[in-house]
C-alpha cells in the first residue's frame, strides 16, 4: 500500500483532492493529513472520511521540523503533496511575515524531512518516492489581454507578497531538484473553484453575500480576468502528475476558462435565480443592484491564462468541467450545505 503524506489537506483544494483520491483508489492507498487547521483549515469538510481505517489526520504545523521528521520517521511515506499555505492576497498584503514563514520556511521544512528520510547517498534516493508541490499561477505576475498564456517557461514576476512567497517556494523545490537530483515535481495551477472554498474567496463571497442580501464587492472597473479550475479536475491533474508525470518537471494546470470578476458574479446572480425555489423569499432580495465597485487591490494583476499543452502532451490530463456545469454545481453545494457556510463564517468572527 502507498502511503501519501498530503499537507493542508483540510483546507479546500486538499480536502477535495483526498477525497477524490480516496473515491479513486479506495483502499490501495494510505493518506496521512496534516495540517495546522489555521483559519482557512476546516475538519468539517473531511468529516465523512475521518473513521476510514487508510486516513490519518495529524495536527501540526509544517515550520515545525521535529513533528515532520518524526512524521517521515514513523511511516514509510511514498509520496508527498504539499498544499499547505497562506494563500489569500488580500491578507498577504496586511501580514506578508506570516506568508513567507508557512510559505517559504514551510516548505524548506519539508524538503528537508523529505529528503533526510528518502536519499541513501549523495544524490541517490529510495525509488518511487515524489515530492509534488503545488503552486499558483500567480507567481508569472499579469498578461495583458489578448492571446498571450502562462507557459512553464514564462519568467517569474509576482506582484504580491503572497505570489513572491510561492515564487520563492517554487524556487527552492527547483534548486533541490538542480543540486541534489530531490525527486520533485511543481505543478502550477489557475484559480481553483469547488466545494468547501473558505468564503473570503471571490465565488463563494458573491454566493453567501447575496444569499443574505449584502453587497457584492468587486475590485476596481471588474474586468480583471482570471482562468477558473473546477477543483476536482485540478485533484484529477496533481494525482496524474504523480503517476505519469516526468521527474523534476513542473506542469501547468489551467481550466481554459478565462472569465472577468464582474461576468463571473453575474452568473452566479442568474443561477441562483434558477436554483432557487419560488417560494425562497430570498430570490426578491438577489439583484445586480447587490453589485458594487469598491477601490482596486493594490497591485491587482489584470489576467491570469493559463497554457497546459506541456500537462496534455506528458500525462494526457485536460479540464472535464465546462465553467457552467461547474459554477452550478458548485451553487448547489453551498444552497445544500448551508450550514458548512454559517459554522465557518460564525468561527471566523
Known amino acids: ?207 453567501n453575500n447575496a444569499l443574505h442580501g449584502k453587497k457584492l464587492p468587486i475590485y476596481g472597473d471588474g474586468q480583471n480576468v482570471r482562468d477558473w479550475l473546477y477543483v476536482e479536475d485540478h485533484a484529477k491533474g496533481i494525482d496524474l502528475v504523480q503517476e505519469k508525470g516526468k521527474l523534476y518537471e513542473t506542469y501547468n494546470i489551467g481550466g481554459h476558462n478565462e472569465r472577468k470578476n464582474i461576468d463571473i458574479v453575474i452568473t452566479i446572480l442568474d443561477f441562483l435565480q434558477e436554483l432557487l425555489p419560488d417560494t425562497d423569499q430570498r430570490k426578491k432580495v438577489i439583484s445586480r443592484d447587490l453589485i458594487t465597485y469598491v477601490a482596486d487591490r493594490k497591485g491587482h494583476d489584470r489576467r491570469y491564462a493559463i497554457a497546459s499543452d506541456k500537462i496534455k502532451k506528458d500525462v494526457g490530463w485536460k479540464p472535464d468541467t465546462v465553467f457552467e456545469d461547474g459554477i452550478k454545481k458548485t451553487i448547489q453545494w453551498y444552497l445544500d450545505n448551508e450550514q458548512w457556510l454559517s459554522n465557518i463564517i460564525n468561527r471566523e468572527h
Open 1 to 207: 500500500m502507498r502511503t501519501y503524506l498530503v499537507t493542508g489537506g483540510a483546507g479546500f483544494i486538499g480536502s477535495n483532492y483526498i477525497h477524490y483520491m480516496l473515491r479513486k483508489y479506495k483502499e490501495g492507498i494510505r493518506i496521512i493529513n496534516v495540517d495546522k487547521l489555521t483559519y482557512a483549515g476546516n475538519l468539517e469538510n473531511l468529516k465523512d472520511i475521518e473513521n476510514y481505517d487508510n486516513y490519518t489526520f495529524i495536527h501540526a504545523d509544517i515550520c515545525d521540523s521535529d513533528v515532520i521528521r518524526t512524521i517521515f520517521r514513523e511511516n514509510e511515506i511514498d509520496r508527498v503533496v504539499h498544499f499547505a499555505a497562506e494563500s489569500h492576497v488580500d491578507r498577504s498584503i496586511a501580514d506578508p511575515e506570516i506568508f513567507v514563514k508557512t510559505n517559504v520556511l514551510g516548505t524548506l521544512v519539508m524538503l528537508n524531512a523529505a529528503k533526510e528520510a528518502w536519499e541513501l547517498e549523495n544524490s541517490v534516493f529510495k525509488v518511487d518516492k515524489k515530492f509534488l508541490h503545488v503552486s499558483t499561477d500567480e507567481v508569472y505576475g499579469s498578461l495583458d489581454e489578448g492571446n498571450s498564456y502562462f507557459y512553464e517557461t514564462t519568467p517569474y514576476d509576482p506582484h504580491s507578497p503572497y505570489s513572491a512567497s510561492k515564487a520563492s517556494a517554487d524556487l527552492l523545490v527547483k534548486s533541490y531538484i538542480a543540486t541534489y537530483r530531490f525527486p520533485a515535481n511543481i505543478t502550477n495551477c489557475s484559480n481553483n473553484y469547488g466545494p468547501y472554498q473558505f468564503p473570503e474567496k471571490l465565488i463563494p463571497l458573491i454566493i
